[in-house]
């Protein structure tokens, strides 16, 4: 897992699910321990949702309420522009 965030002051590294690494625009450079993954939530989530099954109760978050989210995502995607292009190793 990787991602990098830009902001006016700094960019962020996330290096790994566990780690990132603050640039300053002075370059002053700080690696802090931060929990990047959901992935300890899901266990929470499996729980909560076979509970509402089992209870006949709706789910916390229906499909229909995702599309604001995934536009969000999308237009994100869009913003950042393609992939770029790697060249093969062969």
Known sequence: MHFAVRSPSQYLVAHDPENVEIIRNSGERAMIRSLTTNV????????????????????????????????????????AGPLPIRASST
Do not use: N
């Open 40 to 79: 300890p939530h899901y266990r929470t989530f499996v729980h909560d949702v076979l509970d509402r099954v089992r209870r006949g109760q709706p789910p916390l978050a229906r499909i229909a309420d995702m599309v604001p989210v995934m536009r969000l995502i999308d237009d994100a995607y869009a913003k």
